[in-house]
T-cell receptor, first 111, second 113 residues
Framework: DAGITQSPRHKVTETGTPVTLRCHQT?????MYWYRQDPGHGLRLIHY???????DKGEVSDGYSVSRSKTEDFLLTLESATSSQTSVYFC??????????FGPGTRLTVL | AQSVSQHNHHVILSEAASLELGCNYS??????LFWYVQYPGQHLQLLLK??????LVKGIKGFEAEFIKSKFSFNLRKPSVQWSDTAEYFC???????????FGAGTILRVKS
């Protein structure tokens, strides 16, 4: 158990609506990550954070924004959800040495 | 383009058969290598990892992997699979001091009892 919770675990929304996913960790790790998982693509990095208010883009960041106002929470926001953002979203933390551990995931469906 | 390739998308085996899942990557320089497993309906769990040293790495649940630098490969093996090994397996390459993991597309393993 990596001490990561994600909320909500399931969400159905409509195209054009804003959506925020939350990742919460209990172990005070500096690095946190958001990935999306799609069949045939494995997991792809959306954004990551290396500290409070410090974030950077990943491979598939278009249409997503993130915020980290405190160490334990990393938020992923879809400003205007599209059907192509239907996916399973995983949060991860990095423990030394350089190993990432994943949360339970959020299944998002955009109709 | 730099990438991580997993050779088979679907593998079906009978219980007690041997398993080998291929993984090749195209990054130069120093990399960290990982295999993760995702059981149906669950999140990813770390099976094993390689950073340096002995290229034969042992992980949990009887899995092992061999790093062959000259072939840019990190293949996963298990001598005798069980029905409970049914899952999706992901190879991942860590770069930039672990800041970024790049995943292969995954291999779905089904073990017939």
């Amino acid at each position: 158990d990596a001490g990561i919770t994600q909320s909500p675990r399931h969400k159905v929304t409509e195209t054009g609506t804003p959506v925020t996913l939350r990742c919460h960790q209990t172990e005070n790790h500096r690095y946190m990550y958001w990935y999306r998982q799609d069949p045939g693509h494995g997991l792809r990095l959306i954004h990551y954070s290396y500290g409070v208010k410090d974030t950077d883009k990943g491979e598939v960041s278009d249409g997503y924004s993130v915020s980290r106002s405190k160490t334990e929470d990393f938020l992923l926001t879809l400003e205007s959800a599209t059907s192509s953002q239907t996916s399973v979203y995983f949060c991860a933390i990095r423990r030394d040495p350089d190993t990432q551990y994943f949360g339970p995931g959020t299944r998002l469906t955009v109709l | 383009a730099q990438s991580v390739s997993q050779h088979n998308h679907h593998v079906i085996l009978s219980e007690a058969a041997s398993l080998e899942l291929g993984c090749n990557y195209s990054y130069g320089g120093t990399v960290n290598l990982f295999w993760y497993v995702q059981y149906p309906g669950q999140h990813l769990q770390l099976l094993l990892k390689y950073f340096s040293g002995d290229p034969l790495v042992k992980g949990i649940k009887g899995f092992e992997a061999e790093f062959i630098k000259s072939k840019f490969s990190f293949n996963l093996r298990k001598p005798s699979v069980q029905w409970s090994d049914t899952a999706e397996y992901f190879c991942a390459v860590g770069r930039e001091y672990g800041n970024k993991l790049v995943f292969g597309a995954g291999t779905i393993l089904r073990v017939k009892s």
